[in-house]
């Protein structure tokens, strides 16, 4: 949310808003880059069991990166494609549901909507919690126009865990 409204003060007709915000988006990518670039350090060093979370922590930066839109056109591909390579490799050794979760909102993210369902699916088989996947599957279903199962999947999510976020959309569908 904070992202949304900097990247609206962007648009304010007072020079010194525009810049505040701009200086505080920049702060930001900064942040995350620098973060990447330890990351990427420590993993060219790390043993085997510690380039694990390394991977996972990364992969999750990138992310960051792409969805908070701090990364746009081909940058957002590139952090976008880079994140799912490492997701990939986890999800092939140990993946956790939240690698599979992950994964699948890249992939959503990247437009490969068969493959961010079935990595959606992976994570409930994991173990994720219901509440948390079903919405996302339900995007899915709306991307691929598939509405019955918009339906179906909100209606099986658990209501009285839902996030609060989400509580609108569900109303509007059921």
Partial sequence: AAIDILREALK???DDVRLLAYSMLEQKEKSLAERARNLKSALERANDMDSILLRRRLAQVWWEMAY???AQ?????YY???ARTLLLELTDRRAQHNDWRLLGRVELALGNLSA???AFAA????????EIIL???AEVAFMQRDYQRVRYCLATCPRNQVHPANRQLMEAWL
């Fill in 12 to 14: 304010d007709p007072t």
């Fill in 68 to 70: 908070l839109g701090l």
């Fill in 73 to 77: 056109g081909g940058l957002r591909l």
């Fill in 80 to 82: 976008l494609n880079n």
């Fill in 116 to 118: 961010a369902e079935a």
């Fill in 123 to 130: 994570a409930l088989e994991s173990g994720a919690p219901a």
């Fill in 135 to 137: 919405p996302y599957q």
